[in-house]
């Protein structure tokens, strides 16, 4: 029997079979059609093992196809989707591939034979001697190796190489790993954070940091986290990372890691990230470093195009770009303003922070059209009081234009928050009646009236009152404005409360109390609910009424009582008006 047939009878499974004998099931190659792998997988086999790194157009994920005892496949990827045992998911780039496999399995056992024949005619010419010589020096300088070596052999380690602790946290998830590859218990990380106390700072420190962080963000797909204690976890390992960095004479290699990080994190880890290179950029070297680091990476991930890259990644390093020109006063680099600001543009849709960073560019920037670009911002997200609220204070708007009353008018009503109000008002841009009338137009009736009660225009806000007819709006202005005008203030109030006493509740009022709390659920049906509720709504509303010191009161008890004779409920409510 030939070698090359000796060594291809080690795989049992056959091309023809790879779908389905992972293990037992039947793959689905709906996704992975002949050639849609093709410039997208490198790989080799060794034994029966097939190593593969896939490139998935954002990364490379390394994958390693084992053929198993029982001539079934065992697949393992390190993306966060393949759970690596029993009963887990299957990822692309496993199906890629199994499919490369499946493809070209006459090649790939061909070649490892034929790199297997090359290896045993090089030993051939060399010495022992010098054999011996180049492993010992192999050993020396690889720790992995040398691993792998005493581990093979089953030597005894005596000599203490820094611990993989990469490898370790795989472990550490992989051995608790329970039914279809998930960690149902919360893994205890504290081994490791002492270690790097006890390593006080350092490179060493940084490595046990950094291998904990990735390890946790690279397994939270087999973990529930809802409490927060792996991100916690995670933000720690972080935090501290960067405190070890900041005491190192030169971090460049780690603040291009850090960007590199921030870039790829989730949304939430990401703003750790950038925590953490906001405390260790200390110079004006560190900042040029973390620019030219996101402008690397960013040119990266858009050689295909900005339609082509990540918007989140995009937005990330934008992020990062911006914070190293200000703090290090590089906003003079040629065009990179006009670069930003076309991204942001571009991803400002995200979220309400990226909308306040465009904005804060476009006011640094003068540029011609900034004042467009900023309403259009603000006619897309009305609702986004901090943008606004950006745009009045960059003075991108002047307070001039009609459009900055506009402005202010939603951000004011959106936030409460009088500072715009002031600035408009002082700049004459402004009136009381008209902010008013604004605040009237848009539906902001609270805002309205408490802009009458400020400017004490005590006529407009009893005017609002009394044509709006809204109990909420009556009872929130009877303490000051019903003592302005008492008896027109009692009338507007008493008048609505005998148009509520005149409908009584039925079952169409259950709409206004949708939510019945479930101990009070099991005491009363939803009508008994519902009346009680409308008792207390009518007793607290006659409360603030009798405050007002009306002599007509005693005759508005008298009717709401008469409007509800029949009900004893009712009637007790009210009993002591």
């Known amino acids: 029997m030939s070698l090359a047939r000796k060594f291809k009878d080690k795989w049992v499974v056959r091309p023809e079979s790879i779908g389905n004998m992972l293990y037992g099931d039947t793959l689905d190659w709906s996704d992975a059609a002949p050639g849609a792998y093709d410039g997208r997988v490198e790989s080799y086999i060794d034994g029966t093992t097939l190593y593969a790194l896939v490139n998935d157009g954002r990364r490379k ?49 061909t070649e490892a034979y034929t790199r297997e024949e090359r290896v045993s005619e090089v030993l051939g010419a060399i010495t022992a001697q010098q054999t011996l010589e180049f492993l010992s020096d192999v050993l020396v300088k690889h720790p992995d190796i040398y691993m792998q070596f005493v581990d093979h052999f089953g030597i005894k380690d005596r000599l203490r190489f820094e611990p993989d ?32 106390r006890a390593a006080a700072g350092g490179t060493k420190t940084i490595a046990i940091h950094r291998a904990v962080s990735e390890a946790i963000q690279r397994n939270m797909g087999i973990v529930n986290d809802s409490d927060g204690y792996y991100t916690d976890c995670a933000i720690e390992a972080v935090e501290n990372m960067a405190e070890a960095v900041l005491g190192l004479p030169d971090r460049r290699e780690y603040i291009k890691y850090m960007a590199g990080m921030a870039a790829k994190a989730s949304r939430n880890m990401a703003r750790h990230y950038r925590s953490a290179l906001e405390t260790v950029c200390a110079s004006d070297g560190d900042l040029d470093c973390l620019y030219e680091a996101a402008t690397g990476l960013l040119a990266e991930r858009m050689e295909g195009g900005e339609e082509d890259a990540g918007p989140w990644q995009v937005a990330e390093l934008t992020r990062l770009q911006i914070y190293a020109l200000e703090e290090g006063g590089g906003s003079a680099r040629e065009g990179a303003m006009e670069a930003i600001l076309r991204r942001l543009a571009g991803s400002y849709r995200l979220d309400s922070d990226l909308r306040v960073l465009y904005i804060k560019c476009l006011g640094q920037s003068g540029a011609d059209n900034a004042k467009q670009a900023a309403v259009d911002v603000a006619s897309e997200f009305p609702g986004d009081a901090a943008a606004l609220g950006a745009i009045l204070e960059e003075g991108i708007i002047s307070s001039s234009d009609p459009e900055c009353a506009e402005l202010a008018t939603k951000t004011f009503a959106s936030t409460g ?43 407009k806000a009893m005017d609002v009152i009394e044509s709006k007819k809204s109990l909420d709006l009556l009872a929130r202005h009877a303490a000051d404005l019903g003592k302005v005008y008492p008896e027109r203030y009692f009338e507007a109030y008493a008048s609505r409360i005998r148009e509520m006493s005149a409908r009584k509740p039925d079952a169409k009022a259950r709409r206004g109390f949708k939510t019945i709390p479930a101990k009070i659920f099991k005491k009363l049906s939803t009508q008994q609910y519902v009346s009680e509720k409308y008792n207390e709504q009518v007793r607290d509303h006659m409360l603030r009424v009798k405050e007002l010191g009306d002599d007509r009161y005693p005759d508005l008890v008298k009717y709401i009582r008469s409007k509800h004779s029949k009900s004893t409920t009712f009637l007790a409510a009210v009993r002591d008006l």
């Open 61 to 109: 994920m390394h994958v390693m196809v084992q053929q198993t005892n029982d001539n079934n496949l065992a697949p393992r990827c390190e993306c966060s989707i393949s759970l690596f045992d029993r009963g887990g998911y299957v990822c692309d780039h496993i199906i890629m591939v199994l499919r490369h496999l499946a493809d070209n399995f006459e090649e790939l056992t």
């Open 417 to 459: 928050d009088w500072k715009h109000y002031d600035m408009l008002k002082e700049a004459g841009a402004w009136s009381a009646p008209d902010a008013v009338r604004d605040l009237l137009e848009m539906g902001h009736d609270y805002k309205a009236l408490e802009v009458c009660m400020r400017e004490k225009m005590h006529d």
């Open 165 to 196: 602790y990469e490898t370790e946290l795989d472990r550490h998830y992989y051995t608790h790993q329970g039914r279809g590859g998930r960690v149902d218990e919360s893994l205890s990380f504290d081994r490791y954070f002492e270690a790097a």
